[in-house]
């Protein structure tokens, strides 16, 4: 069984920081595409980042620039660094990784930026 498991999150002023981490553990060979997703009240899950195998990566231009995704492919585990934070990136956040032919995602974790 493959599980992930999030950290991080939490409630913080607009214009401050958020660090968010996603670690794969179980039976894993290799992991193709990570990537985050997140869920506003009310609205659908919308794509937010996501790293290829090979490094390159793509974010939503509502967030170019603030965030940062990054990978550890040693410790199976994703990262998004969000900085400058808004109002309106408050959501959950959810991890998703590509792992043995499947799509794998975390709990979710809670961000929430007060204005």
């Known amino acids: 069984q493959v599980q992930l498991v999030e950290s991080g999150g939490g409630l913080v002023q607009a214009g401050g920081s958020l660090r968010l981490s996603c670690a794969a553990s179980g039976r894993i060979s290799s992991i193709d595409a990570m990537a985050w997703y997140r869920q506003a009240p009310g609205k659908q ?13 793509s974010y939503l231009d509502s967030v170019e620039g603030r965030f940062t995704s ?33 799509d794998h995602w975390g709990q979710g974790n809670q961000g929430t930026v007060s204005s």
């Open 70 to 102: 990054s990978r550890d492919n040693a410790k199976n585990t994703v990262y998004v660094q969000m900085n400058s934070l808004k109002h309106e990136d408050t959501g959950v956040y959810f991890c998703t990784q590509y792992i043995e032919d499947h």
């Open 45 to 57: 899950r919308e794509w937010v980042a996501s790293i290829t195998s090979g490094g390159t990566i």
